[in-house]
């Protein structure tokens, strides 16, 4: 083993040293003591001082590297086709050359581009609706199977988890959808009156009200409140029974994830939903009868008499059928994104937040598209 060394060529004339003379093993085994004389030499170099490999012993890639580290990737490519060594050693500085060049161009930072970043989050985002689209189609298919396969076996029913749901996304939702809709109908009738009273048309705050709560806002406001509400409940018990490993020891007694857990929430909120739709409807009603008496002098007997000349059977059949829709894939997406948990408290956090503004965008969209539609076929 020779001892590497890094000296500077001495010349005839009266300037000491103009370059450098390079030998012995140049390896990782010399590493630490090369490294230092490298970095203090590197600064001194101005690029055009004669080299002489000709003396170099042994070299492997620690050494190659060094040696780019000291004169640079194009300046080392030059020593090498004008030195005398051997292909080997030649090829070898080359390849360590061009792979330390590629690294350093890669690391280089390029220049910042703000319609690049928007364009490339606008991407980002596009990208992740697709993969959620396809995730919830794929997801609605497994239920849906899932629920072909047990409505023929009846025994397979679980109708204590069933009632559980129910009393829990159902029953323990009435006051705060019936408070709501009680209010929101008592403004609606509001602000109808304010506007309806400068033309002389105060006695239609009634078909207002009724229209509104039978047609759009009483199964659009259940459902907002049943996604922020019921939703987030179902991906924050199935993402801690999915964090805690409790799906996995599901499915290694051989039952399905699905069946125990997806089929029961949805059959509850398919049940729940229309039923919070009608009180809400009757709840919205109510209270702009309340602001008619109380504003417009409209007992209770005329409301009712003008409801009952309205036709309000078409509207309130258009509100009620929008329910069980709303209510199947506010369960879905509620389920799904407790699923996609994985294994922390904040991916918890994260998937119920996730749950909640997929299923409250969902659920607006397609009330929108469904307005448009009907509005279009005259129903």
């Known amino acids: 083993m020779t001892t590497p060394y890094l000296t500077p060529l001495q010349t005839s004339s009266k300037d000491a040293a103009n370059g450098l003379q390079i030998g012995g093993d140049w390896t990782l085994a010399h590493y630490a003591r090369l490294e230092p004389q490298v970095l203090a030499l ?5 690029g055009e001082e004669p080299v002489d490999l000709s003396t170099l012993a042994a070299l492997d890639t620690a050494g190659a590297a060094l040696l780019v580290e000291l004169f640079g990737s194009a300046r080392l490519r030059q020593l090498t086709e004008r030195s005398a060594l051997n292909s080997q050693r030649c ?6 050359a061009d792979a330390m060049a590629d690294s350093r161009q890669a690391q280089t930072p390029g220049e910042p581009s703000v ?3 928007v364009l490339g989050h606008i991407g980002e985002v596009v990208e992740g609706m697709w993969h959620q689209g396809r995730a919830l189609l794929g997801f609605m298919g497994l239920t849906l199977s899932g629920m072909l396969a047990i409505l023929i076996r009846p025994r397979r029913w679980r109708l204590t988890s069933l009632a559980a749901h129910l009393e829990q996304c159902g029953l323990n939702a009435v006051p705060i959808v019936a408070l709501l809709t009680f209010l929101v109908g008592a403004v609606v009738a509001f602000l109808g009156a304010t506007i309806l009273a400068d033309f002389g048309a105060s006695i239609y705050t009634v078909n207002l009200v009724a229209f509104s709560f039978l047609r759009e806002f009483g199964v659009l406001l259940t459902a907002i409140l049943m996604a922020g509400r019921t939703a987030s ?6 993402g801690s029974m999915k964090a805690n490993e409790e799906i996995d ?12 857990l997806v089929l029961p929430r949805v059959f509850a909120m398919l049940i729940a939903l229309p039923i919070l739709t009608f009180i809400a409807m009757l709840s919205g009603m109510l209270g702009g009868a309340l602001v008619c008496a ?10 009712l008499s003008i409801l009952q000349d309205s036709d309000l059977l078409r509207h309130f059949l258009v509100g009620l059928l929008k329910a069980p829709i709303f209510a199947f894939l506010i369960a879905l997406i509620g389920c799904l ?5 994985s294994g922390s408290a904040q991916s918890v956090g994260e998937h119920t937040t996730s749950a909640v503004v997929q299923s409250i965008f969902v659920v607006i969209l397609l009330d929108a598209l469904a307005a448009l539609f009907l509005m279009e076929m005259g129903w």
């Not at 090829?91 to 360590?96: E, I, M």
């Open 42 to 46: 590197r600064e001194r170099l101005q």
């Open 233 to 238: 409940a179902f991906t924050a018990q199935i």
């Open 115 to 117: 319609l690049r970043e």
């Open 249 to 260: 020891a599901i499915r290694t007694l051989g039952l399905s994830p699905v069946e125990l």
């Open 294 to 303: 109380v504003a417009l002098d409209i007992p209770s007997a005329m409301y």
């Open 91 to 96: 090829a070898l500085l080359l390849a360590v």
């Open 337 to 341: 994104e407790g699923f996609k948990v």
